[in-house]
Nanobody, 128 residues
Framework: QVQLVESGGGSVQAGGSLRLTCAAS????????MGWFRQAPGKEREGVARVWTNTHSTYVDDSVKGRFTISLDSAKNTLYLQLNNLKPEDTAVYYC?????????????????????WGQGTQVTVSS
């Protein structure tokens, strides 16, 4: 059973940085997609970045490209999301998620319905 636990959220001013961490256990080391999502109040949960466990190939959605970086440390069973140049519109609860997928599907897996394993979320608040 896959277990995911996020941490690292907090309150920062616009232009600041945070690094979110997702401690993962029980996940397959091959053909598995791990992603970060966020959900702002009153909005749908949206994907921001994904990594495929086989090759650590990554995909970052256009909405945050150039500011957010996803990475996976398999030795530490930890998924990261580096958030730079934060904006007030980045304020949301951030979740990590996982699902069995090949890379072609993982790369495009922006929809939360494609994932079955979820963490509890960590709050990120950006003030102007």
């Amino acid at each position: 059973q896959v277990q995911l636990v996020e941490s690292g959220g907090g309150s920062v001013q616009a232009g600041g940085s945070l690094r979110l961490t997702c401690a993962a256990s029980g996940y397959p080391r091959t053909n598995y997609c791990m992603g970060w999502f966020r959900q702002a109040p009153g909005k749908e949960r949206e994907g921001v970045a994904r990594v495929w466990t086989n090759t650590h190939s990554t995909y970052v959605d256009d909405s945050v490209k150039g500011r957010f970086t996803i990475s996976l440390d398999s030795a530490k069973n930890t998924l990261y999301l580096q958030l730079n140049n934060l904006k007030p519109e980045d304020t949301a609860v951030y979740y990590c998620a996982g699902e069995d997928m090949y890379w072609a599907q993982c790369r495009a897996a922006h929809d939360s319905s494609e994932y079955t394993s979820w963490g509890q979320g960590t709050q990120v608040t950006v003030s102007s």
